[in-house]
Every structure is written in C-alpha cells, then in structure tokens.
Nanobody, 127 residues
Framework: QVTLLESGGGSVAPGGSLTLSCVAS?????MGWFRQTPGSEREAVAT???????NYNESMADRFTISRDAKEGTLYLQMNALKPDDTAMYYC????????????????????????WGQGTQVTVAS
C-alpha cells in the first residue's frame, strides 16, 4: 500500500507557473501525474520510471516537467505557460506497470495500470 499526498495546486493567471508535489509513503518505481475535469476521463500528464525514464502526454511535453526525488520520496510536476484548458484536478499515482519500447523500459500511461492514487489537488487557470 502506498499513500500519496499532493500539494501545490491553486489559482493562477494564464501564462503563469505552478509546481505540484506528491509525497509517497513508500517507494514505487512507476509514478505519474494525471488530470481530470468534470465529465471527462482521467488522462495522463506524465509518468516516470525510477528517476530517469519519462513518458509525457505529447500535448503537454513542451510546458510540463515531471521529476522525482527518490531520496525524499517526492514526485514533482513543474507546469509552465499554463492555459485555461489546463484547469483540472491533478492526481498523483503510483504502482504503475512497465512497458518495453525498443531498448527502453518506461511506465505506461494507462489509468488502469496504476494501483494507488492521491486525493488530488485543484489547478485553476483563469484571468
């Protein structure tokens, strides 16, 4: 069992930045950030295997950066150039599955592959 606690959400003007944090109670090799708006399915933002292999949702890869501090058990999501469409509840996830892509092992981005979820932190982007 992995307990996850997110923080860092809030309200920001378009073009602004936020950094989300997620503290995990135990180490999990596959972790990720997902987001969801009311009435929509939860979608992957980015997943990370260990501290190196990263999968990004291509639509956000140029503005968002996922990273982790394995020593402190903390996952981060740096979000820049935020847009109103980025408004959503952001969730931290752990216990994901690995997939092989050529010579690389990465975490999948399927919601159903992740076993543990945080409560979420709300991000609102508005003028």
């Amino acid at each position: 069992q992995v307990t996850l606690l997110e923080s860092g959400g809030g309200s920001v003007a378009p073009g602004g930045s936020l950094t989300l944090s997620c503290v995990a109670s135990h180490y999990s090799s596959c972790m990720g950030w997902f987001r969801q708006t009311p009435g929509s399915e939860r979608e992957a933002v980015a997943t990370i295997y260990d501290s190196v292999e990263i999968n990004y949702n291509e639509s956000m890869a140029d503005r968002f950066t996922i990273s982790r501090d394995a020593k402190e058990g903390t996952l981060y999501l740096q979000m820049n150039a935020l847009k109103p469409d980025d408004t959503a509840m952001y969730y931290c996830a752990a216990g994901g599955k690995l997939q092989r892509s050529g010579t690389r092992w990465t975490c999948t981005t399927r919601v159903s592959d992740f076993d543990f979820w945080g409560q979420g932190t709300q991000v609102t982007v508005a003028s």
